[in-house]
């Protein structure tokens, strides 16, 4: 018996996706969102073999994580406050939510002083909606050009998180569309309820929590 069903379950619903779209499945990677997730509900989906996990918060990832990540890739995949910049870089392999100046800035002085740099990805904020994070797409190219010709930072990728109330679909197309003009070719989009759409339109990682771990417990009052 498998040691996560519910992990299987979604490799292969990525799979078909990736066939659907004519793509190779092996081109992408599924990122466990475990923010929030008690151990007991993580230790399975370790056992069936997911390496990638997405965490929200610098403090709770380390706090989870600490002396158990060998050989595991861990990203950030929520907003980062510049005063946690150096936290991040000693310790996620994927910084995913750079998306202004001052927190390129603060990546740039904390790598210095780290000695190592996490690889990064630009949130775009394609609905441009005023209580999410992410750079405008209108500002995108430019921000791109500043970050990694001005500032030397290796930007490999893009991340969005669409509107709730929207189809996804369009919101993915235009991050791809920013990515393909800027050189760039991996993209994180697609989450449990549309990672499959993702795919169609191109993404290389998907973030996948509560169809993998179920839906989390509401906290106690």
Same mark, same amino acid.
Request: aromatic share 4%; hydrophobic share 45%.
């Given at each position: 018996?498998?040691?996560?069903?519910? $992990?299987?379950?979604? $490799?292969?619903?990525?799979?078909?996706?990736?066939?659907?779209?004519?793509?190779?499945?092996? %081109?992408?990677?599924?990122?466990?969102?475990?923010?929030?997730?008690?151990?007991?509900?993580?230790?399975?989906?370790?056992?069936? %073999?997911?390496?990638? &996990?997405?965490?929200?918060?610098?403090?709770?990832?380390?706090?989870?994580?600490?002396?158990?990540?060998?050989?595991?890739?861990?990203?950030?995949?929520?907003?980062?406050?510049?005063?946690?910049?150096r936290e991040a870089v000693g310790f996620f392999d994927v910084i995913e939510t750079l998306d202004?100046?001052?927190?390129?800035?603060?990546?740039?002085?904390?790598?210095?002083?780290?000695?190592?740099?996490?690889?990064?990805?630009?949130?775009?904020?394609?609905?441009?909606?005023?209580?999410?994070?992410?750079?405008?797409?209108?500002?995108?190219?430019?921000?791109?050009?500043?970050?990694?010709?001005?500032?030397?930072?290796?930007?490999?990728?893009?991340?969005?998180?669409?509107?709730?109330?929207?189809?996804?679909?369009?919101? &993915?197309?235009? $991050?791809?569309?920013?990515?393909?003009?800027?050189?760039?070719?991996?993209?994180?989009?697609?989450?449990?309820?549309? &990672?499959?759409?993702?795919?169609? &339109?191109?993404?290389?990682?998907?973030?996948?929590?509560?169809?993998?771990?179920?839906?989390?417990?509401?906290?106690?009052?």
């Amino acid at each position: 018996m498998s040691a996560s069903p519910a $992990l299987d379950a979604i $490799l292969a619903r990525i799979a078909a996706a990736a066939q659907a779209a004519g793509r190779d499945p092996a %081109g992408i990677a599924l990122t466990a969102v475990s923010k929030q997730q008690p151990w007991e509900a993580i230790l399975p989906v370790l056992a069936g %073999g997911q390496k990638v &996990f997405g965490e929200n918060r610098v403090q709770e990832a380390i706090g989870r994580w600490e002396g158990r990540r060998d050989g595991l890739e861990l990203r950030l995949i929520g907003p980062l406050q510049t005063n946690k910049a150096r936290e991040a870089v000693g310790f996620f392999d994927v910084i995913e939510t750079l998306d202004r100046e001052r927190l390129a800035l603060a990546l740039v002085e904390a790598a210095g002083r780290a000695g190592r740099l996490p690889r990064l990805y630009v949130q775009v904020n394609t609905g441009e909606e005023d209580q999410k994070a992410g750079i405008a797409p209108r500002d995108a190219d430019a921000f791109l050009d500043r970050v990694r010709g001005g500032l030397g930072l290796p930007v490999e990728g893009l991340m969005c998180i669409p509107p709730a109330d929207e189809p996804p679909g369009p919101h &993915f197309a235009l $991050l791809a569309k920013i990515a393909a003009r800027n050189g760039l070719a991996k993209l994180s989009m697609g989450m449990s309820g549309d &990672f499959e759409t993702a795919i169609a &339109f191109g993404a290389t990682s998907v973030r996948v929590g509560s169809a993998l771990f179920g839906d989390r417990a509401a906290p106690v009052a």
